[in-house]
Nanobody, 123 residues
Framework: QVHFVESGGGLVQPGGSLRLSCAAS????????MNWYRQAPGKERELVAF????????NYADSVKGRFTISRDNAKDTVYLQMNSLKPEDTAVYYC????????????????WGQGTQVTVSS
């Protein structure tokens, strides 16, 4: 059974940093691209960052480009999101999921989602 456990969130001041982790299980992690998503209150879930299975290709939403870095450790079945220069608008619950391909430009994911990790950026 596919399972994701996100961690590392918290309360941070604007300009601060956090490193999120997502431990995956139930599938062959290294064979799948992975995405980080976030969902702010009252908003739809938003794709934040992408990394391919080997870790050599990454992509970011314009809103986080230059501030966030996605990485992965296939030996640990874990994907990370290093977040620097955090802004109040980064406040959201952050989730990870596998990227199973695109349909009409939208990533397809496993149906199972983790509980997410809350990131709050506030002074």
């Amino acid at each position: 059974q596919v399972h994701f456990v996100e961690s590392g969130g918290g309360l941070v001041q604007p300009g601060g940093s956090l490193r999120l982790s997502c431990a995956a299980s139930g599938f062959t992690f290294s064979l799948y691209s992975m995405n980080w998503y976030r969902q702010a209150p009252g908003k739809e879930r938003e794709l934040v960052a992408f990394i391919n299975g080997g870790g050599g290709t990454t992509n970011y939403a314009d809103s986080v480009k230059g501030r966030f870095t996605i990485s992965r450790d296939n030996a640990k079945d874990t994907v990370y999101l290093q977040m620097n220069s955090l802004k109040p608008e980064d406040t959201a619950v952050y989730y990870c999921n596998a990227d199973l391909g695109l349909v009409a430009g939208t990533p397809i994911t496993f149906a199972s989602w983790g509980q997410g990790t809350q990131v709050t950026v506030s002074s």
